[in-house]
């Protein structure tokens, strides 16, 4: 088994299961934990998600470097402490839900911004 990354983790992380279901293609927020990375790993289903650099500035009247990533089952993103990102959106139209092992830490790290535009 090689190594895919290591990790840093001085606090405390929690586990789950995220299951998206087919919604409309809008992103109306931006979330990043500011002490500790994310991991997601693709269960089943192809998604995108949006996600921006932590130096990136999301606020109500600015919004920049946002891109969208295709993540296909069986892969894995780690994503860097700050990095701005939403739930994924599920693209397989025969089986409209993702599902993911998530890991970070889902508490007192938390910052979200409402975003100035929808995005699609």
Excluded: Y
């Amino acid at each position: 088994m090689g190594k895919v990354t290591e990790l840093a983790m001085t606090e405390m992380v929690s586990t789950g299961i995220l299951v998206c279901r087919k919604r409309e293609g809008l992103i109306k927020s931006l979330e990043r934990h500011t002490r500790t990375p994310e991991i997601l790993v693709a269960l089943e289903g192809d998604s995108l998600i949006c996600m921006a650099k932590p130096e990136s500035v999301v606020s109500t009247n600015r919004l920049e470097g946002i891109q969208a990533f295709h993540v296909r089952q069986g892969e894995a993103l780690v994503m860097h402490v700050g990095t701005w990102h939403w739930a994924p959106v599920p693209v397989n139209r025969e089986k409209p839900s993702f599902s993911g092992f998530c890991f970070g830490n889902r508490g007192k790290d938390l910052e979200i911004r409402e975003l100035p535009i929808l995005l699609r």
